[in-house]
Each structure stands twice: as structure tokens, then as C-alpha cells.
């Protein structure tokens, strides 16, 4: 069966044939436009509060949405040239971070070895 | 039917609620950790020529595939988060971008509106 | 005069010569590792509220100052294969940034065409 | 005597005081914002070759000149609103690389614990 992400990934390796792109895709290249799009993504958020992100007003939100999809787009097709199968490698690190942060010592705390992130 | 996509956001959501960790969960903070996540990645490739990114050596791709699989996990928390679907996301940019790109006018070429992308 | 900044510029070319790293510092690698040391920097303000970043413990702003450090090498050392002088290009900037957000019309409000930002 | 360095700081200080922008101005907010420009700096480099961006056409040279002005910026006004002296700790982490990768051992190697950057 096919996925929805496998599908995207053909997508991609399509969109990239036809324009004869292959040339500019090399994992350095696509890692630095991930980057860069992850910066303006960020840059949404920048002078927004805590509470103002957790609801942006519609255009905000509309912009974030394009933002995560170029940051998507370009991860996807990042992992595809890498030969990484991305759901398994998340479902491997998510395993790894489930014994490392056992639930009882961590609770409600992100005092890890800084600056380690609680949550993921 | 339940995609992977979907079983990995609620796999994230409730590692974060047995931590209590939704608390650090804003997605002004989970866009701070995707860049700094996207940093580590953006490492792994930065002495690396063209050639040599796109067979890198066994540790180092597993370290990309560590990096990815990290990128990954705070993507896709927060999209959740803003209650954004990843996948129609991704869709929708790319067919504007297949629209906007015409394959005949860009072909091979980078010559875009700069620093805008081929590709993705 | 010499200016502390061009000294650190002459220190950070020796520093790579004597290493004969120069053939790794194009100016697109030293791009890379420059995004890399601002992922670290991020990843340092994370998890912390506003506030708390306005008063990070003796360990975090240690951690914060050598982040910045590295940052700083990398903007010198870039600047520096790319030939620009950081310190015209910044002061062209903020007096363009000056004349662009006039004082009246932007006072206390992060409201511009967005992501930009309310500073510098 | 006052470094040009320590105008720019103080001419930030007053562009934001002007503006009622300091209220925006947490280190945790500037960061983001350091990281966004960092992104829009990258993205310049994403699609040249290492020989293309060690010699840019004028206009892409124009573009780089202003996103290394707005990195410094936000680094400069970042240390600032931190307390750091950002000449004299990148001063101190240029001697800690110093010491930490002997020129002779490391000498036109990119061989180090990775992703740890050849050059600063």
C-alpha cells in the first residue's frame, strides 16, 4: 500500500525531473533551502507572545500553514536523495527519547541537560 | 483509515502529556526547536562538498538520519499544535509551485527571483 | 586605526591559513556553519519564557556568550571571504531601517507587513 | 574610547527606544529573529556552487551585503540586551579553538568530532 508521504515523495521527484532540477538537489543543497525555510517560519513567530501563537489570527495562521509546507516539501525531498524512510527514523528517535526521558523524572520539567528540548 | 502521519501526532501528543510538557509546547517554542533542530542538521553537511553529500559515509548518515527523524518529530507536533494538516499543506504548495514553475520556462535552470528555490 | 573587529578578521584568516582550512571557508560553507551556531543559540532560549530569557542563570548566559561567540566568528570570517565591510553594511542598514519605520507611525506596534520585525 | 562596534549598540539601543520596541525586545524574541536572517542569508547560497558563491554577480553580492547587515544587527542588539561583550567572548572562544585544534594536527583536515566546523 501506498502512503500519503510516499506519494508526496514521488510528487516531488517528479516536480524535480520534469525542470531538470536533479542537478541543484544535492542533500548540502536541500539541507540550506530546509534552512532557509525554516527561518521564515520562525520569523512568523518572532514578536508574537506564548499566548498570541497559540492563536494567530487567520492571516497569520494562513502564512504559518504555507511555511510548514515549503519546510515539509523540502524535508521530504532532503530525506528522499538521502534514502532515509522518514516515519521510520521518527519512530525510531521517538522510541529512543521515550527511554531516555522516563515519564516520572521529567514531569512538567524541561530541566534536562541544556539545551535539550522537552518534548520530542 | 488512520495514516502513520496521524498515529506519529498522537504518539507525540500524549508523550508530551505524560511529561507534562504541553506546558513548553507553544508553537512559538516548538518553532524555536525545529531551528535549532534544522541547525544541527544544516552541520552535518556544512564541510561537505556537493559530491560528497550525496554519498555520505555510514556514521554520518546515520547522524542525518537521526537529524531528519528530530526534524521531523517538531514538525509534525507543530502542525499539530496549530492544528494544521501537514500532508494537504504540502499538497496545495506544491501545486502552486507546480503552476508557478512552468516546467518549459524553468527548465535546468536556478535563475529564479532570488534567493527563491528549484525544486520544492 | 585599526579597529578591534579588523583585528579579530586578521586573527580568524591567520587562524584558517596556519590550519590551511581556507579551501573549507567558501563563502557558502561558512553560510552553513554560521546557520548551524544560530541553531545552538536558539536552542538555548527554547524552552525559557520571555522573562526568563531577560534573566538567564550564570550557567545559561555562559552558554549564551560562547553561542554568540561562534556566531560572531563565522559573520566575521563570512564577511570576510565575501569582502564586505560588516560594519558600512550595518550602518547603511539601520539608517535605511530608520528612514522605512518612522518613528510616529511604528511606535509600539509589531504590526508591519509581517514576518518583519519590529528592531533593527 | 568608544569602538564602532559600541556606536552601533547604542544607536540600536535608541532605534528601539524610540519606537517603544523594547517591550519586543526579550533576548528569546531577538534570537528568533537572528535565526530568521540567518535563513534569508542561506537561502542566497542555497543553489550556487562553492565556486559560484566565492564570486557572486553584483546584484546576488548586493542581497548577501544586506542579510549579513541585518544578522549583525540582531547579534549586536541581542548581545546587548544580554550584557555580553560579543568582541571580547569571541575573542575568548577564538583562543579556545586555538588551543583545542593544533595547527599541526589538524592541518587541511575537516577530520574533527563531527559536526564540529573547520575554521572558528
Redesign the interface.
Known amino acids: 500500500m501506498t502512503?500519503?508521504?510516499e506519494r508526496?515523495t514521488v510528487?516531488?521527484r517528479e516536480?524535480?525531473r520534469?525542470?531538470?532540477?536533479e542537478?541543484?538537489?544535492?542533500?548540502?543543497?536541500?539541507?540550506?533551502?530546509?534552512?532557509?525555510?525554516?527561518?521564515?517560519?520562525?520569523?512568523?513567530?518572532?514578536?508574537?507572545?506564548?499566548e498570541q501563537?497559540?492563536s494567530?489570527d487567520p492571516?497569520?495562521?494562513a502564512?504559518?500553514?504555507?511555511e510548514?509546507?515549503?519546510?515539509?516539501?523540502?524535508?521530504?525531498?532532503?530525506?528522499d536523495?538521502?534514502g532515509?524512510d522518514?516515519?521510520a527514523?521518527?519512530?525510531?528517535?521517538?522510541e529512543d527519547?521515550?527511554r531516555r526521558?522516563a515519564?516520572d523524572r521529567?514531569?512538567?520539567s524541561?530541566e534536562k541537560a541544556?539545551?535539550s528540548?522537552?518534548?520530542?
Chains 1, 2, 3, 4 share one sequence.
Not at 527514523?89 to 521517538?94: I, Q
Not at 528540548?117 to 520530542?120: T, V
Open positions: 502512503t500519503e508521504l508526496l510528487r516531488l516536480f524535480a520534469v525542470r531538470e532540477w542537478q541543484f538537489h544535492t542533500p548540502k543543497n536541500l539541507a540550506m533551502a530546509l534552512a532557509g525555510e525554516v527561518g521564515e517560519l520562525v520569523a512568523e513567530f518572532q514578536w508574537l507572545t506564548a501563537s497559540m494567530p492571516d497569520a495562521l502564512r504559518m500553514r504555507t510548514l509546507a515549503d519546510v515539509t516539501l523540502y524535508l521530504v525531498r532532503l530525506a536523495v538521502l532515509v522518514l516515519m527514523a521518527a519512530g525510531d528517535k521517538l527519547n521515550d526521558y515519564a521529567y514531569r512538567g524541561a541544556p539545551p528540548p522537552p518534548g520530542a
